[in-house]
Nanobody, 121 residues
């Protein structure tokens, strides 16, 4: 089970940090990622991190502004979001899968319930 938190309403240029709590001792078996579903659009991949936390990957739309990290000892995943823009508005989901390719494709084993982020101009 994955549970996101940390969403909210902010003005453009500000920052938010999202958290995702995983309730499984097999957390380190999973590559983890963050996805976003903007209003009227399909869910899209934003960032991924491998099981060890050593390697990460970002969509071009967020690279350099968003940073993904994980704490395997506490079964936590994070997304630090800086320089937020109105187009970052949407529901943010964390996800996990043992296969990196499936994670990036959004064909994952686990999804969280989502947390809403709204960025005003």
């Amino acid at each position: 089970q994955l549970v996101e938190s940390g969403g909210g309403s902010v003005q453009a240029g500000n920052s938010l940090r999202l958290s995702c709590a995983a309730s499984t001792y097999t957390f380190t078996d999973y590559n983890m990622g963050w996805f976003r579903q903007a209003p009227g659009k399909e869910r899209e991949f934003l960032a991924g991190i491998d099981w060890s936390g050593t390697n990460d990957f970002y969509d071009v739309s967020v690279k350099g502004r968003f940073f993904i990290s994980r704490d395997n000892g506490n079964y936590m995943l994070y997304l630090q979001m800086n320089s937020l823009k109105p187009e970052d508005t949407g529901i943010y989901y964390c996800a996990g899968d043992p296969n990196w390719g499936r994670l990036v494709a959004g064909q994952v084993e686990y999804w969280g319930q989502g947390t809403q982020v709204a960025v005003s101009s």
